[in-house]
């Protein structure tokens, strides 16, 4: 008797599990992107550099129903300062003011790119809600220029980590808001973003 309920249970679990992955390969693909905002540390440096902007584009490949692989593109650059002011003529004149010095070493300008390569995880928190959570390892290119002269340039392999919320329509476009850290090396990046993505 005992054994006939756990090959029943087993048999159960096996079609459930089996139909969720057909219905999640039915529309197994997902492209996006977002764009964030945050700041940017370099060395453990305790003057911190301006705010930076990142853009960020992904495809996803779900192979169950709550867990895909992912690869993206992430460029990011700081933000300049920018300095209005009101003449004599009741005119207004915005420019950007790139004399400043981040992390107290010169630098004015920072670029830096990210191929990622992450594990997504996703909890069902409503049919249409869900929280997000991602892993995985990231190759970078950053420079930090002044002047357009090179000061520090690196590229390697580091970890990239995000979590989120995202909520998804029955037409399979969807919106996200989530926080995201790419490790560099010396430089680490810290961001808060908003999306949206599309499955098929």
Not at 23 to 37: F, M, N, Q, R, Y
Not at 42 to 60: E, K
Request: some cysteine; proline content about 1%.
């Amino acid at each position: 008797m005992i054994k006939k309920l756990s090959l029943t249970s087993l048999a159960l679990i096996s079609i459930f599990s089996v139909s969720s992955i057909a219905d999640t390969l039915t529309k197994p693909h997902s492209v996006g992107g977002h764009i964030a905002s945050g700041n940017i540390e370099f060395n453990n440096s305790s003057r911190d550099g301006d705010g930076v902007v990142q853009v960020y584009g992904f495809y996803n490949y779900a192979f169950t129903e709550n867990m895909s692989l992912e690869a993206g593109l992430n460029v990011g650059a700081d933000v300049d300062d920018w300095d209005c002011y009101e003449d004599k003529d009741d005119d207004w004149h915005c420019s950007t003011n790139n004399d400043h010095s981040l992390f107290g070493l010169g630098v004015d300008e920072i670029k830096y790119t990210n191929l990622v390569a992450a594990l997504k995880g996703i909890f069902p928190i409503s049919a249409h809600n869900s929280l997000y959570a991602k892993v995985g390892a990231q190759f970078y290119d950053y420079e930090l220029s002044r002047r357009n002269r090179t000061l520090f340039d690196d590229d390697g392999v580091g970890l990239y980590l995000a979590v989120g919320w995202q909520y998804e329509w029955d037409m399979g476009i969807g919106m996200s808001a989530g926080y995201e850290r790419y490790d560099m090396g010396d430089l680490e990046s810290s961001t808060v973003n908003v999306g949206i993505n599309y499955n098929f």
